[in-house]
């Protein structure tokens, strides 16, 4: 999982500033839904999923390094959680890690 993350944070830094400003036909965002999301249980956490790829793929040149972070923690820990309960735990963990 950490893997994965180092690779979707460096490929959100090597990407070209204009197709992460549009977020149209990006290809790294692509591929962070079809990574992140293939092992997905529950719905809430494919949205929160979701939400952190857009971040980081659509938005990430306006991310501050805690907010990146809080992102990458949400891809490497939410991907086969089932429960709710874990999943919102999961989230505050995330942000309490990176005080956001």
């Given at each position: 999982m950490r893997t994965l993350a180092c690779l979707l944070v460096s490929l959100t830094l090597?990407?070209?500033?204009?197709?992460?400003?549009?977020g149209i036909g990006n290809p790294d965002y692509d591929r962070?839904?079809?990574?992140?999301?293939?092992?997905s249980q529950s719905s809430v956490a494919a949205n929160a999923i979701r939400r952190s790829c857009e971040a980081l793929y659509r938005n990430g040149a306006l991310l501050l390094p805690r907010e990146r972070?809080?992102?990458?923690?949400?891809?490497?820990?939410?991907?086969?959680?089932?429960?709710?309960l874990a999943i919102q735990q999961i989230l505050r963990a995330c942000q309490r890690q990176n005080q956001m």
């Open positions: 090597t990407s070209p500033l204009p197709v992460l400003a549009q962070c839904i079809l990574q992140s999301l293939r092992d972070s809080y992102h990458v923690c949400v891809l490497e820990n939410l991907q086969t959680v089932r429960s709710q």
